[in-house]
């Protein structure tokens, strides 16, 4: 076996880089559920109105949402390694603050300092691991491993938060963020040794940095105040259509700026796109397993908090199997939508399972093969998706790209929120109103608000399975990448037809036997 002088330059503390970028991913995602657990406690700890309480959650949301391709754009020009640090040090000092909250407003300003810190973050973790592992084979584990952990982040995030919140104090759901970051900073700083080149020297797009964070917070708002006022909402309504001329704006002045924020080669790519799509989409589904599972384990099961979040171990096993050794295999052999369509099927399959759920049924028959189902699924979707997201983008873009890939992910996460809850709420009160004649006594009347709420629950796992066949239509038809063994990366962009090919710092390193 001989080796190309490329290969001899890999970093050899890549491998150890990679435990440290996946302890950071797992604090950013599992943070957008922990939370969601300690929450009652702390609106009773801190006198929390009810008004207030969903903020605890959106400020967390929109700084998150709104600032990340500002993020990934900054990741790029700064340096990934020192966003990333930069990032972690934030994050940290933020959950310090928010533990510490001695009122409403100084928790809500330490999420929203969350938000800002983990948008800077969270690409520049990725875009890490996307110059970082350029060897095919090497890259399809270590995203493999990414993969599992941003899919599997909400379901430990659960667990954790039952557990901290029930043993500890609701504080601790904060607090925990900075034994992470301190270990996660300790290892970049001895660990990550990011690429030689690669920045992007190109003047900030201001006009573009306000369009982006502004038309995303107020989408990412829009959806959240769904939930809540309806949409048929004046506030609803006006939020949505905001956000859509403010993204209109953005994508004009990016097609006529010399230097964007998000150059347009980098979503116009057809598996590029492709791949943010599916995601997002996926996501939007895979968002009613998470918010009404939680629910009818609690409510109609009776599970406490760490109980129910135990119960979500499941679909953390099966996302590790289905992204860490299937996708990992398989994706270099095979094109990555033969993963991703059919991935998303089995996760679609696993919702039509849990249309079926009564008062009276059990965790064995109905939710463990589902959750199974949905993580393994998932973690067929989640690794390919987010291969392909970075693959053959120019270093230079790297940060942004990684941003679009959390952009996917949270944009899906509140329009799946706001879409499931209303249509579970709207089935819950018909379903309510339709049996109430035959109501008769106490009992009834308990016995048919489980039902009614069960009902609801089942719309939305249908409407679930429903866009994850749509996901999956939409990795069939949009993504056609071959295997990801080629040596270079640009042939892999122009078999797609994408416009980053070009350049020898495009060049993957590879083995020659």
Same mark, same amino acid.
């Given at each position: 076996?001989?080796?190309?002088?490329? /290969?001899?330059? %890999?970093?050899?503390?890549?491998?150890?880089? +990679? !435990?440290?970028? $996946? &302890?950071?991913? =797992?604090? #950013?995602?599992?943070?957008?559920?922990?939370?969601?657990?300690?929450?009652?406690?702390?609106?009773?700890?801190?006198?929390?109105?009810?008004?207030?309480?969903?903020?605890?959650?959106?400020?967390?949301?929109?700084?998150?949402?709104?600032?990340?391709?500002?993020?990934?754009?900054?990741?790029?020009?700064?340096?990934?390694?020192?966003?990333?640090?930069?990032?972690?040090?934030?994050?940290?000092?933020?959950?310090?603050?928010?533990?510490?909250?001695?009122?409403?407003?100084?928790?809500?300003? /330490?999420?929203? %300092?969350?938000?800002?810190?983990?948008?800077? +973050? !969270?690409?520049? $973790? &990725?875009?890490? =691991?996307? #110059?970082?592992?350029?060897?095919?084979?090497?890259?399809?584990?270590?995203?493999?491993?990414?993969?599992?952990?941003?899919?599997?982040?909400?379901?430990?995030?659960?667990?954790?938060?039952?557990?901290?919140?029930?043993?500890?104090?609701?504080?601790?759901?904060?607090?925990?963020?900075?034994?992470?970051?301190?270990?996660?900073?300790?290892?970049?700083?001895?660990?990550?040794?990011?690429?030689?080149?690669?920045?992007?020297?190109?003047?900030?797009?201001?006009?573009?940095?306000?369009?982006?964070?502004?038309? %995303?917070?107020?989408?990412?708002?829009?959806?959240?105040?769904?939930?809540?006022?309806?949409?048929?909402?004046?506030?609803?309504?006006?939020?949505?259509?905001?956000?859509?001329?403010?993204?209109?704006?953005?994508?004009?002045?990016?097609?006529?700026?010399?230097?964007?924020?998000?150059?347009?080669?980098?979503?116009?790519?057809?598996?590029?796109?492709?791949?943010?799509?599916?995601?997002?989409?996926?996501?939007?589904?895979?968002?009613?397993?998470?918010?009404?599972?939680?629910?009818?384990?609690?409510?109609?099961?009776?599970?406490?908090?760490?109980?129910?979040?135990?119960?979500?171990?499941?679909?953390?096993?099966?996302?590790?199997?289905?992204?860490?050794?299937?996708?990992?295999?398989?994706?270099?052999?095979?094109?990555?939508?033969?993963?991703?369509?059919?991935?998303?099927?089995?996760?679609?399959?696993?919702?039509?399972?849990?249309?079926?759920?009564?008062?009276?049924?059990?965790?064995?028959?109905?939710?463990?093969?589902?959750?199974?189902?949905?993580?393994?699924?998932?973690?067929?979707?989640?690794?390919?998706?987010?291969?392909?997201?970075?693959?053959?983008?120019?270093?230079?873009?790297?940060?942004?790209?990684?941003?679009?890939?959390?952009?996917?992910?949270?944009?899906?996460?509140?329009?799946?929120?706001?879409?499931?809850?209303?249509?579970?709420?709207?089935?819950?009160?018909?379903?309510?109103?339709?049996?109430?004649?035959?109501?008769?006594?106490?009992?009834?009347?308990?016995?048919?608000?489980?039902?009614?709420?069960?009902?609801?629950?089942?719309?939305?796992?249908?409407?679930?399975?429903?866009?994850?066949?749509?996901?999956?239509?939409?990795?069939?038809?949009?993504?056609?990448?071959?295997?990801?063994?080629?040596?270079?990366?640009?042939?892999?962009?122009?078999?797609?037809?994408?416009?980053?090919?070009?350049?020898?710092?495009?060049?993957?390193?590879?083995?020659?036997?």
């Amino acid at each position: 076996m001989t080796t190309s002088p490329i /290969a001899q330059t %890999l970093d050899p503390r890549r491998w150890r880089a +990679l !435990a440290f970028i $996946a &302890l950071a991913q =797992l604090m #950013v995602v599992l943070d957008g559920t922990v939370v969601n657990i300690a929450l009652p406690s702390a609106q009773r700890d801190l006198g929390i109105s009810d008004a207030n309480r969903q903020w605890v959650v959106t400020a967390y949301a929109l700084a998150f949402g709104g600032l990340l391709l500002f993020g990934g754009r900054i990741a790029d020009r700064w340096g990934r390694r020192r966003a990333f640090i930069t990032g972690l040090v934030g994050f940290a000092a933020s959950s310090a603050l928010g533990g510490a909250a001695l009122n409403t407003g100084m928790l809500l300003s /330490a999420r929203a %300092l969350q938000g800002a810190f983990g948008a800077l +973050l !969270a690409p520049a $973790a &990725l875009s890490l =691991l996307a #110059v970082m592992f350029t060897e095919p084979k090497e890259r399809a584990k270590a995203f493999g491993i990414y993969g599992a952990i941003s899919g599997a982040g909400a379901a430990v995030g659960l667990i954790l938060g039952g557990v901290l919140t029930e043993y500890a104090n609701w504080r601790w759901t904060l607090y925990i963020n900075v034994f992470f970051a301190v270990i996660a900073v300790a290892g970049a700083v001895f660990e990550i040794k990011e690429p030689e080149g690669g920045r992007n020297r190109n003047r900030l797009d201001i006009p573009g940095i306000v369009l982006a964070s502004a038309g %995303l917070a107020s989408l990412v708002y829009g959806f959240n105040k769904a939930e809540t006022d309806g949409w048929g909402s004046g506030v609803t309504l006006g939020f949505i259509i905001a956000a859509v001329v403010l993204l209109s704006v953005f994508v004009l002045v990016q097609s006529r700026t010399s230097a964007p924020l998000l150059p347009l080669r980098v979503v116009t790519d057809r598996n590029r796109g492709g791949a943010y799509l599916t995601l997002g989409i996926a996501v939007v589904g895979m968002f009613g397993a998470f918010l009404f599972l939680t629910y009818y384990l609690q409510v109609v099961l009776g599970y406490t908090p760490v109980t129910s979040g135990l119960a979500f171990l499941p679909m953390v096993v099966g996302m590790m199997l289905g992204a860490t050794q299937v996708a990992v295999r398989l994706l270099p052999k095979v094109r990555a939508r033969y993963l991703m369509a059919p991935g998303a099927l089995i996760a679609a399959s696993a919702m039509l399972i849990l249309t079926q759920i009564q008062v009276g049924s059990s965790y064995a028959t109905h939710v463990l093969p589902a959750l199974l189902m949905i993580g393994f699924g998932m973690g067929l979707v989640f690794m390919p998706s987010m291969n392909l997201a970075t693959l053959g983008v120019k270093p230079q873009d790297a940060g942004v790209a990684s941003a679009m890939v959390s952009t996917s992910q949270q944009v899906g996460g509140a329009i799946g929120t706001a879409l499931l809850s209303t249509l579970a709420n709207s089935a819950t009160a018909n379903y309510a109103a339709s049996h109430a004649a035959a109501v008769h006594s106490q009992a009834a009347a308990g016995l048919l608000k489980l039902s009614a709420m069960v009902h609801g629950f089942t719309v939305a796992f249908w409407t679930a399975a429903g866009l994850l066949v749509l996901a999956s239509i939409t990795a069939a038809v949009l993504v056609n990448a071959a295997p990801l063994r080629s040596a270079h990366a640009p042939d892999a962009d122009a078999s797609s037809g994408g416009s980053d090919a070009g350049g020898p710092q495009d060049e993957i390193p590879v083995i020659v036997h």
